[in-house]
C-alpha cells in the first residue's frame, strides 16, 4: 500500500511539472525563445491557475490508477481526454475569475501539444525500459526459440518473451505468404512452416512454440509433426485460454500432449437448448464414477441442474467424483447414490423420491477381454438387464428422456461386451416403440424418449491402452501392442460427454446417434508417439506385437451393415437406423436374461448370438493364435445407403 501510495504520487508530481514545463515552452517558442519581460509575468500570473486546474482534471480522469509499466493505448486516449477537456477549460476560467493577462491563441494550441507529448511520451519510454524495450532486439542471452505462427497470439507472446531472460525469440514461421519477410513487434517472418529445419539448422534452435490457437486441429498437428522431424521439441499455447483471454503468458506453455496429436476441433454446443433440457430439473447419471459418467457429470453442472443425482456401485469411484464435486461446486444440489442398475428395488426407490427429469446411462462392463473369458454372463447381466431395469424405471417415474452411452463396438460385435450393448441398444429401441400397457393412453409428451449414442475410445479412460502404455514406458518398456495392423478411433473424454448431451437434446426418440470419430488410428503409431512426447526414441522403449486378444478386432466399426445414417443439425452427429424389435422379442429377452443365475460362458455366448445375429463368437482361446477378426475401416460418415 505505502509503496503504491508513493508511486502514485510521484505521478502525480510528474505531471503537476510537464504542466508547468509546458506552459513555459510554449511561450518560449511563441517568442522564438526570446520572451519579453511583461508576458513572462503574464505567464506565471496564469500559471498559478493553469497548472493546478490541469492537475485536478488528470485526477478526475483517472490517469493514477493504472501501472506506468503497463500503459496502453486506453491510457493515452484518457490523457488525450484529460489534456483536451483542460485546454477547453483553461480559457474559460481564466475569463470567469477575470485574470488579467493576455494569453497568445498560439499558447493555447501549443500547450495541449506539448503536454500530451511529455506526459504519453514518458509513460511508454518507462513502459520500453522495463520491458527492456530499448535492446531486447539485440539480446544475446537466453535460448534461441522459434514461434510457429504469425497471429495475434503469436505476436503478444513475443511481447511475453521479450521480457524473458530465459528465451530469445529468433523468427516466426507461418504458411501465409503474405507475412514472409513483414518484421512484427521487431522480429521476422522468417518463412512457412516446412522450412523449420532449415532455421533450426542455421540458429542451433533446440525448441519452438506453436502459437496457433485458431488453427484447426490438423494444422496444428502438421506444426506438431514438422517439430518432430526436425528434431526440435514443441511447446504450445492452450488453445481455448488463449482465444478467451487474448493474452498469451509464458507461464501458459506446455509441451505437446497426446490430446494434441489424437484431439478435435472444439464441439459446438447448443448452449441455450441444454440449458432448457437441464437447467433446474433433476438429472440422473449412472455409473457416475466412471471416465465417461464422472465427464457427464462435470458438464451437466456446468447448466445448473436442480439436482445432480450420482448412482455408482464402486463406493470409491462415487467417493472420488464426490469430494470433486463439492470441491468445484460448492452450491450444485448432488445426491451421491450407492447402487447396482440390476436392483429394482433400488432404483424405485431412488427415482420415486426425486424423480429425474432426465436419465444418462453411462454404467456397464466395457473391457473387452475381461468380459470374453468367465464373465460373459455377467457382462450381459449388467450391459443388458442393468439397462433394462433402468429404463423401465425411468418410464415408471415419468422421466422425459433416457439417453444410453453406447458403443463403436455393438457393430458387428465379435465380443460379448460389444453384443451385449448392442442388444442393450435393442432394448432401448423396443421400449421406445412398445412402451409398457401403464404408459399407452398417455401423450407423447408423458412418454419417455430413449435416445441412443454409439461412439469408440476416449484418450484416457479407465481400463483404456493409453494408461496402460504410460506405465509401461515408466517401467522402461517394452510396450506390448496386440497386432502391427490394429486401428481405433478416439476422441477425448469432454468432448465425448459433450456429444453425448447434444445428442440426447436433439433426440427425439429411438434415434442411434453415432459421433463422428475422425479417422482411426494405428494403435503401433500412437504408442511411438507416446514414447516420443516421453523425451525417448524407440531404441530406449521397444514396442512388442503379442497377438489379437479374445473377442478382439483389427478395425472397430461404428455403423452394421445393415444400418444406414442421416445428417442432423450438428456437423459432428448423424443419426443411424438399425432395424426394430416387437414386444413379444422384448419379453422373451426378459424372460432370458432375468431367468438365469449364472451361464458358462460358451453357452452364454451361443445364446447371445441368436439374440443378435450380426454377433459372430470369436472361438480362439487366450492367446489369439487363431484366425483374425476383423471389421471394415469404416467411419460411418462416408456411408450412405
Known amino acids: 500500500m505505502v509503496k503504491s501510495n508513493v508511486r502514485t504520487l510521484l505521478a502525480v508530481l510528474h505531471d503537476f511539472a510537464a504542466a508547468v514545463f509546458a506552459w513555459y515552452f510554449a511561450y518560449l517558442l ?35 490508477q493504472g501501472l506506468w509499466r503497463y500503459a496502453s493505448v486506453a491510457d493515452l486516449r484518457r490523457i488525450f481526454l484529460a489534456v483536451l477537456s483542460a485546454a477547453a477549460l483553461i480559457p474559460l476560467v481564466l475569463w470567469m475569475f477575470r485574470v488579467s493577462a493576455v494569453v497568445p491563441r498560439s499558447v493555447l494550441v501549443m500547450d495541449p501539444l506539448l503536454l500530451l507529448l511529455i506526459m504519453g511520451g514518458s509513460r511508454f519510454v518507462y513502459r520500453m525500459w522495463k520491458e527492456h524495450g530499448f535492446y531486447r532486439h539485440i539480446k544475446l542471452s537466453g535460448e534461441p526459440v522459434l514461434v510457429m505462427g504469425a497471429g495475434d497470439a503469436a505476436i503478444n507472446l513475443s511481447k511475453e518473451l521479450a521480457r524473458s531472460r530465459d528465451w530469445r525469440l529468433v523468427g516466426f514461421l507461418d504458411d501465409d505468404a503474405g507475412k514472409h519477410g513483414l518484421v512484427l513487434n521487431g522480429i521476422k517472418v522468417l518463412g512457412a512452416l516446412d522450412t523449420l529445419p532449415q532455421w533450426v539448422e542455421r540458429m542451433d534452435v ?18 506438431i509433426d514438422i517439430c518432430n522431424k526436425a528434431g526440435v521439441k514443441a511447446l504450445t499455447v492452450p488453445s481455448f485460454d488463449d482465444l478467451l483471454s487474448g493474452r498469451v503468458a ?39 464414477g466412471g471416465s465417461i459418467g464422472s465427464e457427464l457429470c462435470r458438464q451437466i453442472a456446468r447448466f445448473a441442474p436442480g439436482v445432480l443425482m450420482l448412482y455408482e456401485q464402486s463406493e470409491f469411484a462415487l467417493y472420488t467424483i464426490e469430494q470433486e464435486l463439492r470441491s468445484a461446486q460448492p452450491g450444485l444440489a448432488c445426491e451421491f447414490l ?36 468367465h464373465n460373459a454372463w455377467q457382462a ?14 425411468a418410464q415408471r417415474h415419468g422421466a422425459e428422456k433416457f439417453v444410453l452411452v453406447s458403443t463403436d463396438k455393438a457393430v458387428n460385435p465379435a465380443n460379448v461386451m460389444g453384443a451385449s450393448k448392442r442388444l442393450a441398444e435393442m432394448v432401448c429401441q423396443a421400449l421406445q416403440s412398445h412402451p409398457p400397457l401403464a404408459l399407452v393412453g398417455k401423450g407423447e409428451e408423458d412418454k419417455t424418449r430413449f435416445v441412443i449414442v454409439r461412439f469408440g475410445n476416449v484418450l484416457g479412460s479407465t481400463g483404456s491402452v493409453i494408461p496402460k502404455f504410460r506405465e509401461q514406458i515408466a517401467n522402461g518398456g517394452p510396450i506390448t501392442v496386440t497386432h502391427p495392423d490394429i486401428t481405433r478411433y478416439f476422441m477425448s473424454i469432454p468432448e465425448a460427454a459433450q456429444l453425448v448431451l447434444q445428442a440426447g437434446l436433439m433426440g427425439k426418440g429411438g434415434e442411434i446417434f453415432v459421433l463422428d470419430m ?20 524407440e531404441d530406449d522403449i521397444r514396442i512388442e506385437f503379442t497377438g489379437l486378444r479374445p473377442g478382439e478386432k483389427l478395425y472397430e466399426e461404428l455403423l452394421a451393415d445393415s444400418e444406414h445414417t442421416l445428417p442432423t443439425p450438428h456437423p459432428k452427429l448423424r443419426i443411424a437406423r438399425a432395424r426394430g424389435v416387437d414386444t413379444a422379442w422384448l419379453e422373451n429377452l426378459l424372460a432370458w436374461v432375468g431367468g438365469h443365475a449364472t451361464l458358462e460362458d460358451g453357452e452364454a455366448k451361443r445364446a447371445l448370438a441368436s439374440w443378435v445375429p450380426e454377433y459372430v463368437p470369436d472361438t480362439r482361446n487366450g492367446n489369439g493364435d487363431a484366425g483374425l477378426s476383423s471389421g471394415r475401416a469404416t467411419s460411418g460418415f462416408d456411408r450412405k445407403s
Open 30 to 64: 511563441r517568442f522564438n525563445f526570446s520572451l519579453p519581460s511583461g508576458y513572462f509575468d503574464e505567464m506565471t500570473r496564469t500559471l498559478i491557475w493553469v497548472a493546478p486546474l490541469q492537475s485536478m482534471i488528470f485526477w478526475r480522469f483517472g490517469l493514477y
Open 206 to 223: 533446440g525448441q519452438a512454440i506453436i502459437a496457433m490457437p485458431s488453427g484447426s486441429h490438423r494444422v496444428r498437428k502438421h506444426a
Open 250 to 288: 509464458i507461464s501458459q506453455l506446455r509441451a505437446v500432449e497426446l490430446d494434441d496429436l489424437l484431439g478435435r476441433d472444439p464441439v459446438t454446443l447448443d448452449d441455450a437448448g441444454l440449458h432448457e433440457l437441464l437447467a433446474g430439473k433433476t438429472v440422473l447419471v449412472t455409473g457416475a
Open 338 to 373: 450407492i447402487g447396482d442398475v440390476r436392483d429394482e428395488s433400488r432404483l424405485d426407490e431412488v427415482m420415486g423420491r426425486c424423480r429425474p427429469a432426465v436419465v444418462f446411462h453411462a454404467a456397464a462392463y466395457k473391457h473387452v477381454p475381461l468380459m470374453e473369458q
Open 380 to 393: 450381459v447381466r449388467n450391459n443388458v438387464l442393468g439397462t433394462l431395469c433402468v429404463a423401465q424405471a
Open 518 to 537: 475422425g479417422e482411426p488410428v494405428k494403435i503401433a503409431d500412437l504408442a511411438k508417439d507416446l514414447v516420443r512426447l516421453s523425451g525417448m526414441s
